[in-house]
């Protein structure tokens, strides 16, 4: 457990409280950093991309949620579901499936589409039409939905979030990815997690495991592994991607057909009859 979640929760450092909500959509594109020619999905959102959605709902700026939302003052775990399932059965699913969507469009990078008036004001116009039209290849998730646990190291935090989720208020539209792939959010309450002492003996999860090295292989329950950003912190760059870079990556193994994957080494806790692993 990070040294940082002593600042909310009891004495041995973990928060007592998790947040627990599932979002979902009929499309989702989380795109991979390894990928230029086909525009590819990673199948899990990344931790940074959960942490963006929160930040969303929770009303925080562009670069204002960094300190909130980094590994040592924050846990998330992800656990991928069918949508429209009864949030009761806490019954994992298979990853989404995808499928290739071409897109034809036009940039909306550079300069070209920013005018300055004499008073210094920034507007933005549209992209000129006449110029060359790039066709790209999205790959998408079709009804992308995971159950989300969140807990947070700062009590404000936690009750700014809690108080949009509880009131069915988002500050700033969820997304699942792309701005255009709009997503629901149905809140579950809040739950106390409780640590499960596994021992030596594997153990049956629900959701993702940020630890693939402890996961049991097995042939029967095929699972897959993907490595995304964990998490990231402000900087002072200028320029159209600036403000932010990745400073650790995170590899996530993941039932391919909604099996439990079974662990050794995770730290396992169970929020609402469900075992997850925190990240």
Same mark, same amino acid.
């Given at each position: 457990?990070? !040294?940082?979640?002593?600042?909310?929760?009891?004495?041995?450092?973990?928060?007592? /409280?998790? +947040?627990?909500?599932?979002?979902?959509?009929?499309?989702?594109? &989380?795109?991979?950093?390894?990928?230029?020619?086909?525009?590819?999905?990673?199948?899990?959102?990344?931790?940074?991309?959960?942490?963006?959605?929160?930040?969303?709902?929770?009303?925080?700026?562009?670069?204002?949620? *960094?300190?909130? &939302?980094?590994?040592?003052?924050?846990?998330?775990?992800?656990?991928?579901? %069918?949508?429209?399932?009864?949030?009761?059965?806490?019954?994992? %699913?298979?990853? #989404?499936?995808?499928?290739?969507?071409?897109?034809?469009? +036009?940039?909306? @990078?550079?300069?070209?589409?920013?005018?300055?008036? !004499?008073?210094?004001?920034? @507007?933005?116009?549209?992209?000129? #039409?006449?110029?060359?039209?790039?066709?790209?290849?999205?790959?998408?998730?079709?009804? #992308?939905?995971?159950?989300?646990?969140? /807990?947070?190291?700062?009590?404000?935090?936690?009750?700014? +979030?809690?108080?949009? +989720?509880?009131?069915?208020? @988002?500050?700033?539209?969820?997304?699942?990815?792309? @701005?255009? &792939?709009? %997503?629901? $959010?149905?809140?579950?309450?809040?739950?106390?997690?409780?640590?499960?002492?596994?021992?030596?003996?594997? $153990?049956?999860?629900? !959701?993702?495991?940020?630890?693939?090295?402890?996961?049991?292989?097995?042939?029967?329950?095929?699972?897959?592994?993907?490595?995304? #950003?964990?998490?990231?912190? /402000?900087?002072?760059?200028?320029?159209?991607?600036?403000?932010?870079?990745?400073?650790? *990556?995170? /590899?996530?193994? *993941?039932?391919?057909?909604?099996?439990?994957?079974?662990?050794?080494?995770?730290?396992?806790?169970?929020?609402?009859?469900?075992?997850?692993? &925190?990240?």
């Amino acid at each position: 457990m990070q !040294s940082e979640l002593q600042a909310y929760g009891d004495g041995d450092g973990t928060p007592t /409280r998790c +947040l627990s909500l599932t979002v979902a959509g009929p499309w989702g594109h &989380f795109r991979r950093v390894d990928g230029n020619t086909v525009k590819a999905t990673y199948r899990l959102p990344p931790r940074t991309t959960v942490a963006g959605l929160l930040a969303a709902i929770a009303g925080y700026e562009r670069d204002g949620y *960094y300190d909130v &939302f980094d590994r040592e003052r924050s846990d998330i775990a992800i656990q991928p579901v %069918a949508r429209g399932a009864d949030p009761d059965d806490g019954r994992t %699913a298979a990853v #989404p499936r995808t499928m290739n969507l071409p897109e034809i469009s +036009l940039t909306t @990078s550079g300069e070209g589409m920013k005018a300055v008036n !004499s008073r210094g004001t920034v @507007s933005v116009r549209y992209p000129d #039409p006449t110029v060359d039209r790039q066709r790209s290849n999205y790959e998408v998730l079709v009804d #992308p939905a995971y159950r989300i646990d969140v /807990r947070l190291a700062d009590g404000d935090a936690y009750e700014r +979030l809690r108080d949009r +989720l509880s009131t069915g208020r @988002s500050e700033y539209t969820p997304s699942l990815g792309l @701005s255009e &792939f709009l %997503a629901t $959010i149905r809140y579950h309450g809040e739950f106390t997690p409780e640590r499960v002492d596994t021992g030596d003996d594997p $153990i049956a999860v629900h !959701s993702a495991i940020p630890d693939p090295d402890g996961v049991i292989p097995d042939p029967d329950h095929p699972h897959g592994v993907e490595r995304s #950003p964990g998490d990231m912190t /402000r900087t002072e760059a200028t320029g159209e991607f600036s403000g932010r870079k990745t400073t650790e *990556y995170l /590899r996530w193994a *993941y039932s391919k057909r909604g099996d439990l994957l079974k662990t050794r080494r995770a730290d396992v806790h169970e929020v609402g009859g469900r075992r997850v692993v &925190f990240s």
